[in-house]
Every structure is written in C-alpha cells, then in structure tokens.
C-alpha cells in the first residue's frame, strides 16, 4: 500500500487492511479535490462584506466560476448543485472585472 493510499484512508477514517478498488481511490481523489476547491471558494465567499467593492465582487464571482468549472471536471451533476445560479457557458456581467488577476 502507497503512502498516499494511507494518507487517503487516513483522511477519511477508512481501515488501513485491506485492498481498495482503482475506482473507490479515484472516488476518494475527487472528493480530496472538490474539498480543496470547495475551501478557495468559501475563502473567497467570506472575504465579502457589506464594504465590498464592485471589483471585490467581480473577483469573488470569478473564484466561484472558477470553483463550478473545477469541480464540473470530477462530478458535474455537484457542480451545478453547489452553483446553480452559475452558468459556465455565458460571459458574467462586466465580462469579468476580475479576469485580469
């Protein structure tokens, strides 16, 4: 067994005996995946407040457009669930005032 396979297993409570399927590996893979990607965006998220800047905003929105298109990869049917007001195939309002970082 791996190191990563343990650091896996480890991560999520799993018994280190035992052989796991490719597939229940890339399972746990994704979710590692969508958990990081998840923390950006809520980093992101929270970093709003009422004295939020029009470009603070703009940026906000492009992390989580960001976010959608990353976790759409692994699991698009979660993608659209945690982001449903997100549509990945039409330009944001102000063409992304964020872009540019």
Not at 10 to 25: A, D, M, R, S
């Amino acid at each position: 067994m791996s190191e990563y396979e343990i650091k896996l297993r480890n991560q999520f409570g799993l018994p280190l005996e035992g052989n796991l399927c490719e597939k229940c590996l890339k399972r746990l893979e994704n979710r590692v995946i969508i958990d990081n990607v998840l923390a950006i965006n809520s980093s992101a998220q929270t970093s709003l407040g009422t004295d939020a800047t029009e470009m603070d905003k703009a940026n906000a929105y492009y992390v989580a457009r960001k976010a959608k298109a990353a976790i759409a990869q692994v699991d698009p049917k979660y993608a659209e669930s945690c982001f449903p007001d997100i549509d990945l195939k039409e330009l944001p309002p102000e063409a992304y005032l964020g872009e540019r970082l």
